[in-house]
């Protein structure tokens, strides 16, 4: 079943107060996402991620295209009965507890009394914010408001939650935390469409992923499938090893960097069988430190994708004036 | 819809009282105390009427504050913050949401304004029991004249309206251009009269029609303020007071509906 579709999705904005000059934002996005699909929408900051996630939650209105989440638009009351939202670096009420909050909030799903209570108790527990759910929101840090964010969007046990930087303002337990909660999601039927700049969040989570560079999507597919994170090469690095030794593997490593004293890091090309070569290393006295394959990291992919934006249309995303 | 209204209801008004807004009021009813008891020791036989006079135009003036200074933040600050974006993808429209913070303001405004009577009653009580019964019989008004309550209600209504013109501007307009709007308008409002006969002063056609329109389009706000004729005693007409609290209502409604048409077409960028 097709839990997400956008047709021709476009966004323009017009910037500037005299001669306002229409930017776009988003431009031509089609995507379609099945149900139960953990989908991340990846991108460098600006490429148009929370332009789109704000349409998706009619929080914008498009120049022009379509949306339809469960076959219905996005601002039908019963979209919103099953949808969830996290905003990037989300902002609360100064004055409220997150257990009201979270009342609050349940107050507008309709739960009522004791159910909306025990049901805010357990979500809170759940993000792990314990005692501190009777102070003031002022008083959170920024990774405390995070988790109350995340449990404000999964609070009506929602179909389809829609995740901008999940991750952002979040430590290493943290962010551990939100990928153990968005596969639990995942496996309740939910489906989950998150935002984000880093490539590990991605491939720890996502079946698909699109990525989007000034306002444009440049491809969608599952991560392996996108040949631009193919494996490049092996860095292999040991220890105790005699310089005299790398002489006999020049045709096997194309690199060697000397870290410190017979300690190397070597890299090899893609077709090497990495097990072979540390084992004939381990058999000429070197010491195993470790393995690693080369990828091209979501940062080069960027900006090589940007450069070749820019180089393609000079005047930028703002569009030709008449 | 009327519970999600009412939910944002009450959180306006849960924010304003968190807001430590009732707390200046208090002071404000001690100084009328203060003052009241000060005039009364100035004053050979009108002290009554001053301390009438003095906790009605007080009250307005306190009021508007409220309806201003929290109305122009109201809508805003939840853009600003960005804190409307959890609550909007939520399931409340956004003119339930206009409703809503309208009418959260006004309960606040209401229990606010009714501390003030209170506190302007117990005053004038004490005044009443000090009072030898030759001075009672010879004022035009009782001291505890229910009169007052008429001259409260309508200064409420006329808060409404204020309040629903801050709330209008501030779907839009930052809140220091909002508050300016508002006062501008207050201001206007109290010599809108003047408009209506514009074409006696003008001999342009245009300018005068021009007079007429913005006599139309502005709240009329002087039939609001009835301080002067229940400081005096005088009666104030039972249908005077339906048909100008019915006005008020009305440009009120039309007000947050303008309101909620402009929020309802925002892109919240």
């Known amino acids: 079943m097709v839990a997400l579709e956008t047709e021709h999705l476009t966004k323009d904005y017009a910037v500037g107060f005299w001669r306002p000059r229409p930017y776009r934002a988003l431009d031509d996005l089609t995507l379609r996402i099945e149900s139960n699909e953990v989908f991340g929408f990846l991108g460098p900051n600006g490429a148009g991620k929370t332009t789109t996630l704000k349409l998706l939650t009619q ?223 381990r058999a000429r006295g070197g010491r195993f430190i470790s393995l690693n394959p080369i990828r091209s990291t979501l940062e080069d992919f960027f900006v090589q994708q940007v450069a070749a934006r820019r180089a393609q249309s000079p005047a930028g995303r703002f569009m030709p004036e008449g | 819809m009327a519970r999600v209204i009412g939910l944002v209801a009450y959180h306006v008004f849960k924010e304003s009282v968190r807001d430590k807004v009732l707390y200046n009021l208090v002071l404000f009813a001690i100084l009328l105390i203060a003052a009241s008891y000060l005039i009364g020791q100035m004053t050979a036989g009108q002290d009554v009427k001053i301390i009438k006079d003095l906790g009605l135009a007080a009250s307005s003036v306190f009021g508007l504050f409220m309806a201003v200074f929290i109305g122009v933040g109201l809508v805003w600050k939840e853009v600003d913050r960005r804190s409307v974006y959890n609550l909007l993808v939520k399931p409340i429209r956004r003119h339930e949401f206009i409703i809503g913070k309208f009418l959260g303001l006004a309960g606040t405004l209401l229990v606010n304004l009714a501390v003030m009577a209170a506190a302007l009653y117990v005053v004038l009580a ?50 220091m251009l909002s508050a300016a709007f508002t006062v501008g308008l207050y201001v206007v409002g109290h010599f809108n009269a003047d408009l209506a ?32 004729a229940v400081v005096h005693g005088q009666a104030v007409p039972a249908l005077f007071v339906l048909f100008t609290a019915g006005y008020g209502v009305l440009y009120a409604a039309a007000m947050i509906t303008l309101a909620a048409l402009i929020f309802s077409r925002r892109d919240f960028k």
Not at chain 2, 199 to 226: G, I, Q, R
């Open chain 2, 197 to 228: 006969h514009f074409e006696h002063v003008v001999d342009s056609p245009a300018a005068a029609w021009l007079a007429k329109a913005l006599y139309y389009l502005l709240p009329n706000l002087a039939p609001f303020d009835v301080k002067m």
């Open chain 1, 59 to 281: 929080l914008i209105y498009p120049t022009s295209g379509r949306i339809s989440i469960f076959g219905r638009s996005p601002g039908d009351p019963e979209v919103r009965r099953r949808i969830g939202f996290l905003p990037e670096a989300p902002y609360f009420y100064d004055y409220l507890t997150a257990e009201e909050l979270l009342a609050y909030f349940g107050g507008l799903f309709g739960l009522r009394g004791q159910a909306c209570r025990a049901r805010a108790a357990q979500l809170l527990d759940r993000v792990g914010i314990g005692g501190e759910r009777r102070l003031p929101l002022r008083k959170f840090s920024k990774g405390m408001l995070q988790r109350v964010g995340l449990a404000q969007a999964i609070l009506n046990q929602p179909d389809i939650v829609f995740l901008d930087e999940p991750m952002s303002g979040l430590d290493p337990l943290g962010r551990r935390d939100v990928r153990a909660l968005i596969l639990e999601l995942r496996d309740r039927g939910c489906t989950v469409f998150f935002s984000s700049h880093i490539l590990s969040d991605a491939e720890a989570l996502c079946s698909r992923v699109g990525i989007i560079v000034g306002g444009q999507l440049v491809t969608a597919g599952s991560l392996s499938d996108i040949l631009a994170f193919d494996v490049s090469g092996w860095e292999i690095v040991v220890a105790d090893l005699d310089p005299a030794v790398l002489d006999d593997f020049t045709g096997r490593v194309r690199r060697a960097t000397r870290i410190s004293d017979r300690r190397y890091a070597l890299e090899a090309p893609a077709q090497t069988e990495p097990e072979r070569l540390v084992a004939d290393l």
């Open chain 2, 126 to 175: 004490l005044m009443a029991w000090r009072q030898p019964a030759l001075v009672k019989a010879s004022v035009d008004a009782p001291v505890l004249d229910s009169g007052l309550l008429v001259a409260f209600f309508l200064l409420y209504v006329q808060l409404l309206v204020v309040t629903s013109v801050a709330i209008c501007f501030s779907t839009f307009s930052s809140p």
